[in-house]
């Protein structure tokens, strides 16, 4: 068990007060056997009004409202939580499933939905192929953990990561074109890749919340980042192991290290905080977000 304390701060600043419309927040992790939130609070400047109720995943969303304008606009998310995590070799994968390709069954199909189906182009089918070669390596039928680790370090091993704090992610396509992207890029490319292999994924916003990994060298040899703002990386349903977390960024498996808050099937449903105002297009002068993390 692990416990930690996380603080969220983003500050918006204008050049001018700036009418503030409503602000969607996703800000509250997902209590789960695995995590048990202990405090959480919410401050927000100017004083807004805030309510509060679940998306259709079942993530906690604020919507928060304004009647004050402002040339500051500053939230800040905390949260103080137990932490159990299991282990990667307690994952217990059903027998149909040990092997690609398997089919879910019809009881998990149906509720996989849109999870199982590709949400990209990929006229090329570089994407189809980048993926299947994984699956070719070895003679007969391989083990689906053993592709999918297999994957996860891959994109870690290929791909350059370059943080950007502009909206929206890359197209699949776009991350192999450029080889490199953020971690909400490798995210999508590896959710695409398993896809094409039909399986069910999600793509997971939160946080890597282990901060004296974050810039360091683990016993892995690798560097860990993605620290320091929100963090992203997907999940695959595995039958007999359930969602099972995969962090192409940092070549993590099985959540050790990360903390979800919102999960979706696309990560344009995902996304941490968003919101407008009525000005200027020049009276914006930008944002900044700094993510504090201590554990015990």
Not at 1 to 12: D, I, N, P, Q, R
Not at 133 to 152: I, K, Q, W, Y
Not at 183 to 207: T, W
Request: charged residues 20%; hydrophobic residues 40%.
């Amino acid at each position: 068990m692990t416990m930690l304390t996380v603080e969220h701060t983003t500050v918006y600043r204008y050049a001018r007060p700036v009418a503030l419309h409503e602000h969607r927040l996703m800000c509250r992790p997902r209590d789960s056997h695995d995590l048990r939130l202990i405090e959480t609070g919410l401050t927000i400047t100017p004083a807004a009004s805030v309510r509060w109720l679940h998306d259709v995943f079942g993530n906690s969303i604020a919507i928060a409202s304004f009647e004050e304008e402002a040339t500051d606009l500053s939230f800040v998310s905390m949260f103080h939580a137990e932490h159990f995590p299991n282990e990667p070799q307690k994952l217990e994968v059903e027998e149909f499933a040990r092997y690609l390709p398997f089919n879910y069954s019809v009881q998990e199909i149906a509720d996989l939905g849109r999870t199982s189906e590709r949400h990209y182009p990929d006229p090329l089918h570089r994407v189809d192929l980048w993926a299947k070669s994984f699956v070719l390596r070895e003679e007969g039928n391989p083990e689906t953990l053993d592709v999918l680790m297999a994957m996860n370090a891959a994109i870690k091993e290929q791909f350059a990561y370059a943080r950007r704090e502009e909206m929206g992610v890359q197209t699949p396509e776009e991350t192999l074109d450029k080889g490199s992207g953020s971690c909400r890029d490798f995210a999508v490319f590896m959710m695409e890749a398993v896809r094409s292999l039909g399986l069910a994924a999600r793509f997971v916003s939160g946080y890597l919340y282990d901060a004296s990994l974050v810039g360091a060298e683990v016993d892995q040899g690798m560097e860990v980042v993605g620290g320091g703002a929100t963090h992203a990386w997907m999940q695959v349903y595995l039958p007999g192991a359930g969602w099972v977390e995969f962090d192409p960024t940092n070549a993590l498996f099985g959540g050790r290290n990360l903390i979800r808050v919102a999960v979706a099937r696309d990560a344009s449903q995902a996304v941490p905080l968003t919101g407008s105002f009525t000005g200027a297009s020049n009276d914006y002068l930008g944002m900044s977000v700094d993510v504090k993390v201590s554990v015990a």
